[in-house]
């Protein structure tokens, strides 16, 4: 895939995700109004029916009285009727003049103590017409045979006092004349100045959210879903697009290192095949050795693919020896020694470990010492000066290898055990391989129970670092 099909694909999916992420919110948005709509008309029906009620207590308490009243004014009539007949039957002998009109006057006073029997409710103030706790109990049992189960506040306006005189709590009296349901209190009373109940959510919001909880949690989980698969996407579009490149690139070095072998092989059966050349036997063997040793290093760069491709399957099988360490290296040394020398450089070591014999599969762990330290004669421009030290540590032996060469920077420091990478060295392609060798390197260690680090920076140097237990605790 190309650079601009890459950004056309991100920015289509960019744009996709945008827009559901969009008319998610509208959704969401669509819903909360919903809700509030519902909530507004709830309390509505609720507080209404709180207003209804009152009302209706009232009136069978002013209902009440009035029997009452009836059955006092009854007993007045019967008692007042008989002081009559009382009176009537003495005032005929009574010698007192004035003995009848007394009578009226008392008989007029007992009908006005009766008249003030009966409870005036529209004169009277509104904190003595209503029972807080009672008007609180009513408030609560609406609101929760509405599906409104959330903290309320509620108080009593008088506009004509310009106070409450009834408060739940007295913590939101601003919120309560703001914000809060105004109702009108006993809307019968036509001749008197209204009082108002005000109803007061203080956590509203909350209880809108908490009724959209799943909805909510669903738009939400399926946002995250879309963002991870979108972020898992483009990591994955990268990761095939590095893969790809890599690939091309590790064909392209494979190709160029068989084909220098396979040429000078051509050349050497084509001089061996030309009858214009003069045979002799130092010719014929001269060939020979070059053939040989071309065919050698086509058969151990055919082996170091297959090798890796084992490692990526999981199918190299490991034969544990008891092997010396010190030995492998003096071995792997010898087999690098004029390549080092050639380029004007030596290899010295520092053998310090007093344990040194390990069980290990000796090929590949051979294969490890020298890929480090073909790296390092690679890596270093001229005059290699290559050190390899031991020592014990931590019931284990530590082998390090450090050169003088160009170094690596840290961000390459992070991706130079990948499979396939090789550090990037500009135009410049004198330094041959594959990007096999250290990928393969950290495996072989880990497989031993091992690990491999390095300290490196440029211009002056890398150092690799590899620790392998004595007692190995393999994985094969």
Known sequence: MNQKGFIFIIVLITIALIGLMVIQSYWIKNAITVKE??????????????????????????????????????????????????????????????????????????????????????????????????????????LVFKGINTVFEFGIFSPVRNFMPIQKTGKYPKELLNKGFSFALFPS???????????????????????????LTISIVFIIIIILSFAYTVITILKQKKISE???????????????????????CEALSDKDIIKSTDLYDNYINVINEENKRLGGMAERILQSASLEKGQLILKHEE???????????????????????????????????????K???TNVIFNLLDNANKYAPVSPEIKITTENSYSGILISVKDNGTGISKANQKKIFE????????????VKGFGLGLSYVKAIIERHGGKITLDSEINKGTKFIIYLPLNNKTNS
Not at 329 to 351: A, C, H, M, W
Request: hydrophobic letters at 40%; zero cysteines; glycine letters at 2%.
């Open 323 to 361: 092997v010396n360490v010190h030995d492998v290296i003096n071995e792997s040394i010898k087999n690098i020694q004029l390549q080092v020398e050639k380029k004007g450089g030596q290899i010295s070591t520092d053998f310090n470990a007093e344990s040194y014999l390990i069980k290990v599969d």
């Open 189 to 215: 009373d036509m001749f008197s100045s209204p009082d108002y109940l005000m109803v007061y959510f203080p956590n509203e919001k909350r209880f809108l959210i908490t009724q959209l909880w799943g909805t």
């Open 246 to 268: 890599l690939k091309n690139d590790f064909i392209n070095n494979m190709t160029h290192e068989f084909k220098t072998p396979i040429s000078t092989i051509s050349l050497a």
């Open 363 to 365: 090929i590949h762990f």
């Open 37 to 142: 709509a519902n909530f507004v008309r709830s309390v509505n029906e609720a507080i209404s029916n709180v207003v209804y009620k009152l009302e209706k207590i009232e009136a069978a308490n002013r209902l009440q009285n009035q029997m009452d009243f009836m059955q006092q004014r009854q007993k007045w009539l019967q008692s007042i009727d008989s002081l009559n007949q009382s009176f009537m039957d003495g005032a005929i002998t009574s010698s007192d003049p004035w003995a009848y009109e007394r009578f009226m006057q008392k008989s007029m006073l007992a009908q006005e103590v009766l008249q003030s029997m009966i409870y005036d409710y529209s004169n009277t103030p509104v904190e003595n017409r209503v029972n807080a706790s009672a008007l609180d109990s009513l408030i609560k049992s609406e």
């Open 419 to 430: 499979k396939l990478y090789r550090i990037p060295t500009g135009n410049i392609h004198n």
